[in-house]
């Protein structure tokens, strides 16, 4: 029996091994997997719910990391990691995602010649300011396994010398959590909780160091929803980075005080997944959700000047405005005029069936 360690540290993670996890019970007898969580992400909102909504498994071990500056988190998974690798000894380590616990993990696992697989490998947004970029980079560098989501991501990996053999294009597991939920998402009564009727509001999801960190372009951001607000109302569950620097940049109560802005706790997986479905827009600068988006066929505007994530653009829904108001606005305006909004059809290989093929390709080849 091969023993399999499947990490997952941040909330963006938990979408993306719901779905190794499940088809791995399909193998049982060729694989045992042992789940690791990192602890990076710690409220209920932000973890343990996912854990529920997405009936993840409970961790084999947790490694309560918690949070930190950039060395503090990703040193202390590190240190935390070893130990479970000189412990269990696997024979391959999955990291999933951009977060400081795909890059911690994966390089413990290869300073131990433990194999590594990476899934969502290959995307690039060439903006090196951002620590994701950093992350991917890295995890790429070092994985034996690359297993991409979208085509870019494959041109991507070549470029940089990787290769071809290591290199799979399967698909999106987070697509594959999105279209097997389906009908659970559809029988949230989020709606009702909070009051609101489909189509006649908008979803903002902001947390980017970029967006909020500096008080200078939290402040933008702030002068753009004045204006948004005025045409339709926001919601805005408000991630707990937000959520400090709001406090500490002294903007929590220009916030409130916006009429048609609605700020609510971070949400569960069903509950927000129905809160897109049934809105206008999108307002973010996740890299989930247009992705998400894209597959729903919601209009999606991503506050940041860079994707990487392309294939949300050519085939997907969204668009890329920045911090620019009259950007925002104009494409505000122009999705509020439209009746319906078709996006194209989605992009290849998202079709539920990512982690099936992850999994084929792991018992074929280890
Ligand atoms: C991390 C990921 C980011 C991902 C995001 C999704 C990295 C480098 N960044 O960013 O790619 O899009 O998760 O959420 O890994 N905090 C809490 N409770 C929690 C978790 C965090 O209060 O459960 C607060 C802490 O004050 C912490 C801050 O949020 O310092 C930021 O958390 P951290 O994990 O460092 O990064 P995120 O911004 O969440």
Redesign the pocket.
């Known amino acids: 029996m091969k023993k399999v360690m499947i990490v997952a540290?941040?909330?963006?993670n938990f979408m993306k091994i719901a779905p190794l996890c499940r088809e791995f019970l399909r193998y049982k007898s060729q694989f045992r997997t042992l789940l690791i969580h990192t602890g990076?992400?710690?409220?209920f909102?932000?973890?343990e719910t996912f854990f529920k909504d997405l009936k993840i498994p409970k961790p084999y071990v947790h490694l309560n990391i918690?949070?930190?500056t950039?060395t503090v988190?990703t040193a202390n998974v590190m240190t935390a990691f070893e130990k479970v690798l000189l412990k269990e000894k696997p024979c391959l380590v999955i990291v999933v995602?951009?977060?400081?616990?795909?890059l911690a993990c994966s390089l413990v696992a290869t300073k131990m010649d433990i194999k590594v697989a990476h899934v969502e490998a290959g995307l690039r947004s060439f903006d090196r300011s951002m620590?994701?970029e950093v992350?991917r980079i890295v995890t790429d560098s070092l994985s034996d396994y690359l297993f991409v989501s979208e085509e870019s991501g494959c041109q991507n990996l070549k470029k940089e010398g990787i290769h071809r053999k290591k290199i799979h294009f399967v698909g999106n597991t987070m697509i594959d959590t999105l279209l097997f939920n389906m009908p659970k998402i559809n029988k949230s009564k989020i709606l009702n909780t909070l009051g609101l009727k489909p189509n006649t509001y908008a979803v903002m999801s902001l947390?980017?160091?970029s967006n909020v960190d500096f008080k200078e372009p939290f402040v933008e951001i702030l002068d753009v929803l004045k204006s948004c607000t005025k045409k339709i109302k926001l919601v805005y569950p408000v991630?707990?980075?937000a959520?400090?620097m709001m406090l500490v940049h002294g903007l929590k109560k220009d916030f409130d005080n916006l009429d048609n802005l609605l700020m609510i706790d971070p949400l569960g997986y069903i509950d927000f997944m129905n809160l897109i479905k049934n809105s206008r827009f999108a307002l973010t600068d996740?890299?989930?959700i247009q992705e998400e988006t894209t597959v729903l066929k919601i209009p999606c505007l991503t506050m940041r000047e860079n994707t990487e994530r392309p294939v949300t653009i050519d085939k997907g829904t969204n668009v890329l405005v920045g911090r620019n108001k009259a950007r925002i606005l104009k494409n505000v305006n122009e999705i509020l005029k439209r009746e319906s909004f078709r996006g194209r059809r989605a992009p290849r290989l998202w079709d539920g069936k990512t982690a099936q093929r992850i999994v084929k390709i792991l018992s074929q080849q280890i």
């Open positions: 540290g941040a909330r963006p990076q992400h710690y409220d909102e932000m973890s918690g949070s930190g950039h988190q995602g951009d977060v400081n616990s795909t620590p994701e992350n947390h980017r160091p991630h707990p980075r959520k400090k996740s890299g989930g």
